[in-house]
């Protein structure tokens, strides 16, 4: 079986005990730090050697043309690429003038630390240089989740057995190289040098410290980067700063004892902006350093971990009896956060700030997949992310007007607003993103029934989509509104004609929007909402078309996909997987073949809209066609397959998207984090297995574990409480850890929950038949539990 190493199995941490320099861009990724705002690829601190240098500011891009063999009326003409900008992780050390490089020399120590309770990436290392000098590095890393332009570095040399000559130089670098782009669609288009120097300078003195100014090409947009230090070391030591257009450089050079230490810290303040003047930006990311410097290093500390303790008390989750999963599920919950923390009307990338994949871009995925877990854990991030969107709704109308069509026609991947997709078929043709949005947003108003929310993003957004889907549909002959021409989320069936995913989340959203119109009528007619139009929205959401085989007795993805030839998965080996970077569309688009979750999710996230028995034929029918190609499939398949009663399987799908990053299962880790999929661990866990669904009346809880694990135990805020549930393989229990008592359902039956632990039992359950999955395409068996309880 797979492991987690080389990350161990510590259930508040990941360990690396060793260095492997074949894997070293998949732990810069694992290692990565951020808060939404300021990102950093978990980099060795002397910048050599690495997988792939990357430091991030969220929304910093730039402009790169699309190239079209033949082009077509609204086709984007410009696509936008994240940029690695100013690096000051950089800090090079010199023993006796021999530069400390991992490469050579002896290595006897090297490990690091992400501990997800402190916020913080510590490295330790012991290392002999050639001429045979010891000396011992302790260095921790962390971008703060209080202070949103600052991070903060702390990096301590000290000689074993022998006095030495130091030289430590903390350095701003910007235009560093970065490796090539493969030929993978998914990784990122490099571009060489993206960064103009506009203004520069370096201090000496008590706080040594430096600045870089620089600006992008093509996008216009001013970021400044600014470091000050901290010094402590023997009484014989000197320092120099200087700067030049693409470096800033503080030189610490010393005689230190054996046994004694060498010791920096580092403030560095970023900041940009597409308006404000470049004397502001510079006055901006010096009063962070300086604000930073007030509490100092030990200040910064303790800040960090009151944010992440107060983040658990309302979000952790235990999971007794798989150590492996227990530690993946924070991992994974600790990343969201980063991603979203304090990103603060900013979009959250499909990698977040841990790498370049997918040219840095938002899609779907944050909606669909990410804010829900937010919007449990840390609602104010899921506001955060979707007023972004409600501040892109400008760019979203021009798109549908470009399109012939009303409303808002948001982008399909971007990074300020504008469409970057440059397939038609598995890019704007994916209007259920429209959908996506508006159920988020339904969801956050739902579970924090925040007023303000509700008037100012909510309804403005439900409004400009329902528009959107009422001019993109039609009512046919026999009065059923139809959706035609769209992709759903799988993209190997494209531009096909009533995606049942896509008309039933349409079917939501303008339901929705009838129903905020109806509540906040005075703010809906300033939206120049008539009773008429919310009228039609009622009407083409009553009428929708939603497509069912009888003769199998199952839903066709789309119209017509069950009449479809059925992929040939027994002549296709294993390496030709992932099937779009080996066959082309034309042959996909044409058979019975699932990239991902399609009519799977819809069953997730509409339920209603399906009998159990409809569910199950559902969902055993697309198992036997789904290749997982994507990894937003695996999460959505954990929770329907515990939803229908295949636990087993519905274990085994939690562990694939849990592992997707930690054991690089899908070989892309490099780029950058899935952060869909670590999202999709919680989402196995707390919708598969704690069996959570949010209502419109509250939330219902329909809780089984499989016979891998022990117990479950996971923490939600949800309308100003923080509700407890704790599943064991007979009973459930819930208690309120703060707020006022909540109505429930357990198993479909009411009950009230408060500060008293309630308990209720778990009905037996009668397994169907297992399902098939395509040849070679079945999940990793995770059958055996492993461990006993979590340490807290």
Not at 321 to 344: P, S
Not at 492 to 503: C, G, I, L, W
Not at 620 to 626: G, H, K
Request: glycine content about 8%; proline content about 6%.
């Amino acid at each position: 079986m797979i492991t987690n190493e080389p990350y161990g199995a510590e259930p508040w941490s990941l360990t690396e005990s060793s260095l492997n320099l074949d894997m070293l861009a998949q732990s810069e990724s694992v290692f990565a730090l951020s808060n939404g705002h300021i990102g950093l690829r978990g980099n060795l601190d002397e910048g050599e050697p690495n997988g792939l240098p990357g430091t991030y500011l969220n929304s910093v891009y730039e402009d790169r043309p699309l190239p079209y063999a033949e082009a077509g009326y609204g086709f984007p003409e410009n696509g936008q690429t994240v940029i690695n900008i100013t690096n000051g992780k950089i800090i090079r050390l010199l023993v006796d003038d021999e530069p400390f490089d991992i490469r050579y020399g002896t290595l006897h120590e090297h490990t690091r630390t992400l501990d997800l309770r402190a916020g913080t990436l510590t490295r330790n290392v012991t290392w002999t240089s050639p001429a045979g000098h010891t000396v011992k590095v302790n260095s921790v890393r962390l971008v703060s989740l209080t202070q949103r332009a600052i991070a903060a570095f702390s990096y301590t040399v000290t000689p074993v057995d022998e006095p030495l000559r130091l030289v430590l130089m903390s350095e701003l670098v910007a235009n560093e190289d970065i490796p090539a782009a493969a030929g993978d669609p998914r990784t990122a288009a490099a571009l060489a040098k993206p960064l103009i120097s506009q203004e520069h300078m370096a201090v000496d003195g008590g706080r040594p410290r430096a600045f870089l100014v620089h600006s992008t090409r093509s996008s216009q947009l001013q970021l400044a980067a600014a470091m000050s230090h901290d010094i402590h070391g023997p009484e014989r030591m000197a320092t120099q700063s200087e700067s030049f257009p693409d470096l800033g450089r503080l030189m610490i050079a010393a005689e230190v004892p054996a046994g004694e230490e060498l010791r920096i810290v580092k403030y560095v303040g970023y900041g940009w902006s597409a308006e404000r003047s470049r004397p502001a930006l510079v006055d901006q990311v010096s009063g962070a350093i300086a604000a930073a410097q007030l509490v100092g290093w030990d200040g910064l500390l303790a800040e960090q971990r009151g944010y992440l303790d107060d983040f658990w008390e309302g979000a952790d989750v235990e999971v007794h009896g798989d150590v492996e999963i227990q530690q993946a599920v924070r991992f994974g919950l600790f990343h969201i956060l980063q991603a979203g923390a304090r990103a603060e009307h900013r979009p959250i990338p499909a990698k977040g700030l841990t790498g370049t994949g997918y040219d840095g871009h938002t899609f779907w995925d944050t909606e669909a997949f990410v804010l829900p877990v937010l919007t449990y854990t840390k609602p104010d991030a899921a506001a955060d992310a979707l007023s972004w969107r409600n501040n892109t709704l400008p760019i979203a109308r021009a798109h549908a007007k470009d399109l012939g069509l009303a409303g808002a026609a948001y982008a399909w991947r971007t990074i300020h607003g504008e469409e970057c997709s440059g397939y038609w078929p598995a890019g704007t043709a994916a209007f259920h993103i429209n959908a996506d949005i508006a159920e988020a947003v339904v969801k956050y108003c739902a579970a924090t029934q925040d007023a303000v929310f509700e008037r100012e993003v909510a309804l403005p957004i439900l409004v400009e989509t329902a528009r959107l889907w009422r001019s993109l549909g039609q009512h046919d002959g026999d009065g059923k509104f139809r959706i035609e021409g769209v992709t759903g989320p799988d993209e190997y069936s494209a531009v096909k004609d009533n995606n049942v995913y896509t008309n039933l989340m349409a079917q939501s959203n303008l339901t929705a929007a009838a129903d905020f119109a109806t509540k906040l009528s005075d703010e809906a007619r300033k939206l120049d909402v008539s009773n008429e139009e919310a009228a039609a929205w009622r009407d083409a959401a009553a009428d929708m078309f939603i497509p069912y085989d009888e003769r199998l007795g199952v839903h066709p993805q789309h119209d017509g996909f069950t009449d479809y030839a059925r992929w040939d998965f027994q002549v296709t080996s294993p390496e030709h997987y992932p099937l779009l970077l080996h066959y082309p569309y034309f042959q996909l688009y044409r058979k019975q073949v699932v990239k991902q979750a399609d009519l799977v999710l819809a069953m997730q996230l509409r339920g209603d809209a399906f009998t159990p028995e409809q569910k199950l034929r559902n969902f055993d029918y697309y198992e036997a066609l789904t290749v997982r190609d994507s990894s937003l499939s695996a999460c959505t398949q954990a929770v329907m397959a515990a939803e229908v009663g295949h636990l087993d399987l519905a274990y085994d799908y939690l562990a694939e998207a849990a592992f997707m990053d930690l054991q690089d299962r899908e070989h892309n880790t490099r780029d950058g984090l899935h952060i869909a999929s670590l999202a999709g661990a919680w989402t196995a866990l707390v919708g598969g297995f704690g069996g959570m669904r949010p209502g419109p009346d509250g939330l219902a809880f329909v809780p089984r574990l499989p016979p891998g694990l022990a117990r479950l135990t996971f923490r939600m805020r949800y309308r100003g409480r923080i509700l407890m549930v704790n599943v064991r393989h007979h009973d459930a229990s819930y208690r309120l850890l703060a707020g006022d008592p909540l109505p429930i359902t357990h198993h479909g039956n009411p009950l009230t929950v408060g500060p008293d632990m309630v308990t209720h039992d778990i009905p037996p359950l009668k397994s169907p038949p297992a399902p098939a999955q395509p040849s070679g395409r079945a999940p990793q068996p995770r059958k055996t539990m492993s461990g006993g309880d979590p340490a807290s």
